[in-house]
C-alpha cells in the first residue's frame, strides 16, 4: 500500500517510456497478478487490469459498482457534467450529445466544414514556420464546431467563447507533479468558469428570444421544454461546454500521435498516400471535399491508422466490499499485453485488418465499453481522417527532432509536437 496517506501515488503518476508499461504496474503486476490493492491520492483501491474482470465492470456500472473520477477531474467541470451522471439522466444526456456528435449529424451537418475550415487551416500554416500540431488542430476544430453549435453569435462574443474552448485542457491532471502543470490546471479552471458563466448568458439570451435557429443549442433548448424532461438548464449548459472542449482536447492529441507514427514509418506513410490519391483520383467532384462515403467506404487502411492503441485511461468504480474502496479499471495494459497483441509496442496498422473496430471488446478498449463507450468517437475519427486526407494529398510534411511521446500514465508531449508543411511539388 505505499507510504502513509500519499501511498503509492507518486509511482503512478511518474512519467515513462511510451513504448513500455508504467514501471510500478509491471512490478505490481509480476507480484500479485491482474489484481492487487493500493492507495492512491489517499484513497484505498483495488486496480483491475484484468481484461474479464474490467468488462464484466463496465458492463455492471448502476448495478454492482457506481461510477466515479478522481476530484481533480470534477473540478473543472463541475458536478453537472455527464461524466459524473448517472442511470437515466446519464442515459439521456448521452442521447443528446448523440444528436451532434453521431454519425448522422456528421454526414449531414459536420463533414462538409469540418473538411473546408481543415483545408484552409492547413493552407495558412504552408511554407510558415514549424507550427505546434496540437493548437492547430484545436483551433481548426473549434473553428468549425463553435458554429454549429451556437450559431447566432456575435463575432466578439464567438472569439471570446471559443478562446475558452481552447484553453481547456486535461494535460495538468496527466502531469500533476510540475510547475507548468500548475499553470495548466490555473488556465484550465479559469477557462472552465469564465466559459461556463458565457455559456450561461448566451442559453439564457436564446431562451427569452425565443427565435428559431438550426443549432445544437436549439435541439438541447427543445429537449429542455419536453414534458418530463431528465434535464435542467445547468446540465445543458454544461454538456455544451465540456462537449466543445474535450472535443478539442482529444482529438488534437490523437492527430499529434497519428502523426508522430505515419512519419516514423516511411511504409505506412506510402501506404497512406496511395490510399488517399486513388481517392482524389476518383472523386467526380474535384472541387469538392472529402465525402461521407469517402470516408466509410475508402479509406480503410485510415481506419486502421486511427485505431492507434493511444488509450491509457484510468477509470474508478466504487466497490461496497471493502466499504471506503475504490476499484480502478485500467483497459491500457490489455492493449499492451503480448499475448493478445504480437509486438504491441510496435506502430502497425495492419494488425487490424479485417477486425470490426467501431464497437469496444475486452481486448479492444480505446474508446472505453459499456454504457460509458466514447461518444465522440466517430467525430475524432472523421477529423484525423480528413486531415490526414489534406496533409498527404497537398503538402511534404516533417515533424521536429524533439517530439517526444511519455506516458504519465496517459499520452503527453513534452516538448509538444511541431511540423513544416509545404505544397507538394506537383500540386504547386
Ligand atoms: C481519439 C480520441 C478519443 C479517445 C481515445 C477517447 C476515449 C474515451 C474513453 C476511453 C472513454 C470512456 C471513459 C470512461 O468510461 O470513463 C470516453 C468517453 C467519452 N468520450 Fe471520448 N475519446 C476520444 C474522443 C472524444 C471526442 C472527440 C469527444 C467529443 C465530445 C469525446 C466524448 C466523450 C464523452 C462525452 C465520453 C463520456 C461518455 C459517458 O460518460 O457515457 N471523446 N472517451
Sequence with gaps: ?????????????????????????????????????????????????????????????????????????????????????????HKHIK???????????????????????????????????????????????????????????????QSKLMKNFNAFSFDWFRASYTLSALRGLYNTLWACREGMQLMK??????????????????????ELEKEGSLVNEDVIVSLIFTLCCITQDTTSKATCMALKFVSENPKVLAELKREHEAILASREDKEGGVTWEEYRHKMTFTNMVTSLLLSSKAMGAGYTIPAGWIVMVIPSVVHLDPEIYENPFEFNPWRWEGKELRSGSKTFMVFGAGIRQCAGSEFARLQISIFLHHLVTTYDFSLSKDCEVVRVPGALFPNGIYMNISKCSKVT
Design 95 to 157: 442521447h443528446i450529445s448523440m444528436r451532434l456528435l453521431g454519425s448522422e449529424n456528421l454526414k449531414q451537418k459536420i463533414i462538409k466544414d469540418m473538411d473546408r475550415v481543415t483545408q484552409e487551416h492547413l493552407s495558412l500554416k504552408a511554407n510558415q514556420e514549424r507550427f505546434d500540431v496540437k493548437d492547430a488542430v484545436s483551433s481548426l476544430i473549434i473553428s468549425h464546431l463553435t458554429p454549429k453549435v451556437i450559431s447566432n453569435l456575435k463575432p466578439e462574443t
Design 201 to 222: 448568458d448566451i442559453y439564457a439570451r436564446r431562451k427569452t428570444s425565443r427565435e428559431k435557429y438550426d443549432d445544437f443549442l436549439e435541439t438541447t433548448l427543445d
Design 1 to 89: 500500500m505505499g507510504f502513509p496517506i500519499i501511498g503509492e501515488t507518486f509511482g503512478y503518476f511518474k512519467p515513462h517510456g511510451f513504448y513500455e508499461l508504467s514501471p510500478i504496474l509491471k512490478k505490481k503486476m509480476l507480484r500479485y497478478g491482474p489484481l492487487f490493492r493500493t492507495n492512491i491520492l489517499g484513497v484505498k483501491t483495488v486496480v483491475s487490469t484484468d481484461m474479464d474482470v474490467n468488462m464484466d465492470i463496465l458492463r455492471h456500472e448502476n448495478k454492482f459498482f457506481s461510477l466515479s473520477y478522481p476530484d481533480g477531474l470534477v473540478k473543472p467541470l463541475g458536478k453537472d457534467s455527464l461524466f459524473f451522471k448517472t442511470g437515466n439522466i
